[in-house]
T-cell receptor
């Protein structure tokens, strides 16, 4: 199972773009990269998923380089409500996804 | 119109007691899960059920017994509760797991905070 490494915490200010990078050096060919967001006292919520290159939805963008050994979650113009823990997961089956420690993002006014 | 619901939201009990947590999803998913999030915020899968069939049991003590009466419900019963069982338990659901298939989005419930004293 691919292991992921991401920063423990990040700080930002409202209106800024936030990029959270996740390292997954031993990602397997069939593995997808998925990001979840968790607010305090709530269950995690799916943000975005990708396999390679770039994926964009209404919430975020996911950048994956050609070697797929890392990925970057990009949150455009964050607001206070984006303060949460962000998890990077790598795997080829939903039930094989491992939630690590995540990155605690704190957005300041 | 809650997608995944759990009851109770909070559960405080003494060591040695038996307790149950209920979970229901109205998303029409075939697969349901139980996750445990400890005080250090590590979120670990405990069980997964595919259409009422147990798929995963991640080395969870026998004191934990999931029960799925139908594919919309997955309950968790815990016998002889211990202090180390204190955690937040999340129920989740997704579309049916297929070997080699895509990664489906997990829908999590609000969690049940279990405190064992």
């Amino acid at each position: 199972l691919a292991k992921t490494t991401q920063p423990i915490s990040m700080d930002s200010y409202e209106g800024q773009e936030v990029n959270i990078t996740c390292s997954h050096n031993n990602i397997a060919t069939n593995d997808y990269i998925t990001w979840y967001q968790q607010f305090p006292s709530q269950g995690p919520r799916f943000i975005i998923q990708g396999y390679k290159t770039k994926v964009t939805n209404e919430v975020a963008s996911l950048f994956i380089p050609a070697d797929r050994k890392s990925s970057t979650l990009s949150l455009p113009r964050v607001s206070l409500s984006d303060t949460a823990v962000y998890y990077c997961l790598v795997g080829d089956r939903t039930d094989k996804l491992i939630f690590g420690t995540g990155t605690r993002l704190q957005v300041f006014p | 119109d809650t997608a995944v619901s759990q009851t109770p939201k909070y559960l405080v009990t003494q060591m040695g007691n038996d307790k149950s947590i209920k979970c229901e999803q109205n998303l029409g998913h075939d697969t349901m899960y139980w996750y445990k999030q400890d005080s250090k915020k590590f979120l670990k899968i405990m069980f997964s059920y595919n259409n009422k069939e147990l798929i995963i049991n991640e080395t969870v003590p026998n004191r934990f017994s999931p029960k799925s009466p139908d594919k919309a419900h997955l309950n968790l019963h815990i016998n002889s509760l211990e202090l180390g069982d204190s955690a937040v338990y999340f129920c989740a659901s997704s579309h049916r797991l297929i070997r080699g298939g895509p990664i489906y989005e997990l829908y999590f419930g609000p969690g049940t905070r279990l405190t064992v004293t």
